[in-house]
């Protein structure tokens, strides 16, 4: 599986979009990349995944470069509720390994009032 | 909106003891899967199913057993509780194919043996 690399931490105001990277240079051509977050003391969320292709969901916006090595989530208006751990996972999609998730270190986002 | 649930939030057991952790789901997911959550190890899978009375070893099987008679429950079981095992315990969800790594997970259960 390719190895993701990503901000340990980032800060951004209530109500302002915060722009998540992550780094993924060796990601071969059938493998997506998927976020999930985990807020203090609550198992993780599923938040959006894609392959090539923009990606937009009632959570956040995926933004994948051309040569895919690299992608950035986006989180629009963001709300003091979106302050969490955000991970950023590199998977073929419906591959083997039993659907193992690996979480990395992640990027802390904390949103200030 | 998919939910999973699980049994208990904070569970205090005893070294020795037989302990019952259960994972219900409402969405008809086929795979189910339980992980436990420690600070600095990160993510680490215990076992999978991804039928009815189907189950896969995971990383770290030792210590645990599963049971999946239903296709919304899984229950994980610690046949004699270590204090080795105290941790934070997520069960999650998917469908098969490519929704593999589109998992809901539940909100943890926190345990600890003493």
């Known amino acids: 599986d390719a190895k993701t690399t990503q901000p340990p931490s980032m800060d ?17 051509g059938n493998e997506y990349v998927y976020w999930y977050r ?5 198992g993780p969320q599923y938040i959006i995944h894609g392959l090539k292709n923009n990606e937009t969901n009632e959570m956040a916006s995926l933004i994948i470069t051309e040569d895919r ?13 979106d302050t969490a751990v955000y991970y950023c996972i590199v998977r073929e999609a419906g591959g083997t390994s039993y659907g193992k998730l690996t979480f990395g270190q992640g990027t802390i986002l904390t949103v200030h009032p | 909106d998919v939910k999973v649930t699980q ?3 904070y569970l205090v057991k005893r070294t020795g003891e037989k302990v019952f952790l259960e994972c ?6 086929e795979n189910m899967f339980w992980y436990r959550q420690d600070p600095g190890l990160g993510l680490r899978l215990i076992y999978f199913s991804y039928d009815v009375k189907m189950k896969e070893k995971g990383d770290i099987p030792e210590g645990y057993s599963v049971s999946r008679e239903k296709k919304e429950r899984f229950s994980l079981i610690l046949e004699s509780a270590s204090t080795s095992q105290t941790s934070m315990y997520l069960c999650a969800s998917s469908f098969r194919g ?6 809901y997970f539940g909100p943890g259960t926190r345990l600890t043996v003493t």
């Open chain 1, 12 to 28: 951004c105001a209530e109500g302002r979009a915060a722009n998540l990277p992550c780094n993924h240079s060796t990601i071969s």
């Open chain 2, 24 to 29: 219900v789901q409402d969405m008809d997911h």
């Open chain 1, 69 to 81: 090595k690299s992608s950035t989530l986006i989180l629009p208006h963001a709300t003091l509720r």
């Open chain 1, 38 to 42: 985990q807020i203090h003391s609550q």
């Open chain 2, 7 to 9: 049994s208990s939030r």
């Open chain 2, 98 to 103: 490519p929704k593999l790594y589109e998992q």
